[in-house]
């Protein structure tokens, strides 16, 4: 509860915004009264020198008038905190005036909260608190029951396998009695009785615990790392985020991370993945809990995938029918704020898996909005991805869990050079690495080994591996060092192979406007299934073409039925481009999309003259503007 309420100013009116005031049951003991909280007290006698005041049919004593403020009959109630226990047992108390307040009734004081339990080993012990989890092992029935201090598992055993309890539900306001007993060196409670309240009894728990569950919410106020005004407008944005997660933590319900395999979704993930173990861990008794309760996977496309969203349902409803686990949320990073990922949400929107995305590519608000409940992208503030989302997160990180702080300074640096952010607070943030022991050049290397570590991780999330790698939560700063110096050695090396080959076969021709065009077959003149895969090889001809000319340049990478585009100077619009390609031409069996000036379409094979034909002819009509936004500064299509 607030620590901060002015027990020294009695009788002053205080700043007491939310606090709570018990109010006790009969039965209650002294036991049931704590020195920093504050009480409903009933007037029982008055005297010259004050009132005399009930708590509970135990718990009686005497207001001052000293202590007093106002002045009362028998009968009249007012909140007091306690003020002294003398010697021979007299209470005295102080009046608190209050204009903002929650009355929680205490049934009894002999229960034991779940952050009490390593002191009760042994004990036998009464809890009340609600179920998150529900989960039938081949032996006792596991229910995880949170209250408002914690979670902790609490077997039922019925007979092996068999569903102790059946009556009781996910969701549902307990009361257990039990053992407190270590398992594998974790604390659980052996249950004897177990009671689904209802009525008043779980009104009053439920009131209980929301008040707690609000309170351990709420984030953490931390300074951004750096200052920096354009930064500073996302900060409510990315602390409702921060409570949200917090909260979702504390639900119980598993949170599904996806983000976008790359060096920034990887930077925004990695220390976001961090902080939420450790708070699941704080929560938890559990051991196993922040494995179940947070998934973090890497998506290959810059979109939510069907391929995605698919196998994400799949697992989230075999969670809930194998382990009695609650549908997740799920959390989108550097991907999720465009139309291409509405698909997907739609299908999700089937069932009860609310979805949180915190990106920085130009996003289609009124596309994702309603299917979203979250949306977090510096475009929503004028701003754009030069605030990458590895800044955002290592921010958001540090809302849920401060203490991640030392581990992750060097991140958004890493972050903002993998995305080519031009962002203002780019030299504070390699300040800040540089404090850490990296130059700019560790910085590059550590974002291409995370780059090309995360494409032969495909679907994996290879977090020991990855951590390493970004060195979050790594213990061993030699072996990050050589693991990254090697990973990017590779990665340079195959992208010059692969462009070894290639650049010979990039075919230029003029464009009517006066830009270039650059075309090549990533099909038949690249290697194929290895690193760098077409988006990116496509990326990297096209940075050399931009810096060997100067000039306007646009790139067609193609296969058999498919183009990724980039351009630079080029006024573009892909997925306008896209829109007129479908209407166009017929039986191209054209979709696609992505930014302004990255993207990727794909058509029939049969078709591919006519669609490429038709792209060609229209990028020839677009407007030069060299004042454009560098494609050379977004990340890599696929
Ligand atoms: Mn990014």
């Not at 961090?274 to 008794?285: H, K, P, V």
């Not at 203490?403 to 640096?413: K, L, Y």
């Not at 010059?496 to 065009?517: F, I, K, P, R, Y």
Request: net charge negative.
């Amino acid at each position: 509860m607030s620590p901060s309420h002015g027990a020294e100013d009695s009788g002053t009116e205080a700043p007491h915004d939310g606090a709570v005031v018990y109010d006790l049951a009969a039965e209650c003991s002294l036991d049931a009264v704590s020195e920093d909280e504050l009480y409903l007290a009933t007037v029982n006698g008055v005297v010259e020198y004050g009132v005399f005041v009930d708590l509970s049919e135990q718990v009686s004593g005497l207001v001052h008038d000293s202590n007093l403020v106002g002045s009362y009959d028998v009968g009249d109630e007012f909140i007091v905190e306690l003020g002294e226990v003398r010697e021979n047992g007299d209470l005295s108390f102080r009046e608190v005036q209050l204009a903002d307040y929650a009355v929680e009734t205490v049934d009894r004081d002999d229960l034991t909260t779940v952050d009490e339990l390593d002191d009760a080993l042994g004990d036998n012990v009464s809890l009340e608190g609600t179920v998150v989890q529900v989960k039938q092992t081949g032996g006792p029935t596991i229910f995880q029951v949170r209250d408002d201090t914690g979670v902790v598992p609490c077997a039922a055993f019925e007979q092996a396998g068999v569903r102790a309890y059946p009556d009781v539900e996910l969701d549902d306001i307990v009361r257990l009695t039990g053992v407190v007993e270590t398992r594998d060196g974790a604390l659980q409670v052996e249950v004897d009785s177990l009671d689904a309240l209802d009525g008043e009894d779980a009104d009053a728990v439920e009131q209980r615990l929301d008040a707690a569950l609000e309170a351990a919410a709420a984030p953490h106020d931390v300074d951004p790392l750096v200052e920096w005004p354009a930064f500073e407008k996302l900060h409510d944005d990315l602390e409702t985020v921060a409570r949200r997660l917090r909260r979702t933590v504390l639900e119980g319900r598993p949170i599904r991370m996806r983000h976008h395999a790359d060096g920034d979704g990887l930077c925004a993930s990695v220390p976001l993945q961090y902080a939420l173990r450790q708070f699941i861990a704080e929560t938890y008794e559990d051991p196993d809990a922040p494995r179940h309760l947070l998934k973090r996977l890497p998506s290959k496309a810059p979109f939510y995938e069907m391929e995605d969203v698919t196998r994400d349902l799949n697992f989230a409803l075999e969670d809930r029918e194998r382990h009695g686990q609650k549908l997740p949320l799920l959390l989108m990073l550097d991907n999720g704020s465009t139309e291409e990922d509405t698909p997907a949400y739609r299908n999700l929107a089937h069932y009860d898996v609310p979805i949180v995305v915190v990106d920085h590519h130009h996003p289609d608000p009124e596309a994702v909005e309603g299917l979203v409940e979250e949306h977090v992208n510096p475009y929503l503030h004028d701003e754009d991805y030069r605030i990458t989302t590895g800044m955002m997160c290592v921010e958001l990180a540090r809302m849920i869990y401060p203490d991640v702080t030392d581990q992750v300074r060097h991140v958004p640096a890493v972050a903002g050079i993998s995305d080519r952010s031009e962002g203002e607070a780019m030299p504070d943030y390699v300040e800040l690495a540089n404090e850490e022991g990296y130059d700019e050049d560790d910085l590059r290397d550590i974002g291409e080994a995370l780059d090309y570590a995360t494409f032969w991780l495909k679907y994996d999330d290879g977090r020991e591996f990855v951590n390493d790698v970004l060195n979050v939560a790594c213990d061993d700063r030699e072996r990050h060092e050589e693991l990254v110096d090697f990973l990017a050695t590779r990665a340079e090396r195959d992208v010059d192979e692969q462009l070894d080959a290639a650049m010979s076969h990039v075919e230029h021709e003029a464009l009517d406007n006066g830009a270039h065009l650059y075309r090549i077959d990533v099909e038949n003149h690249c290697h194929r299934f290895t690193y760098p895969a077409p988006g990116k090889t496509t990326g990297k001809i096209h940075d050399r073409k931009v810096q060997e000319t100067g000039d306007p340049v646009i790139t067609i990478g193609y296969g058999p039925d498919f183009a990724v585009l980039r351009s630079d100077g080029v006024r573009l619009d892909i997925p306008e481009m896209v829109v007129e390609l479908i209407e166009e031409v017929d039986g191209g069996g054209v979709s696609g999309g992505g930014h302004l000036v990255v993207g990727s379409i794909k058509f029939v094979k049969g078709m591919r003259e006519q669609v490429l034909d038709a792209l060609v002819e229209k990028m020839a009509d677009a407007e030069i503007d060299e004042e454009l936004q560098s494609s050379m500064a977004l990340p890599d299509g696929e």
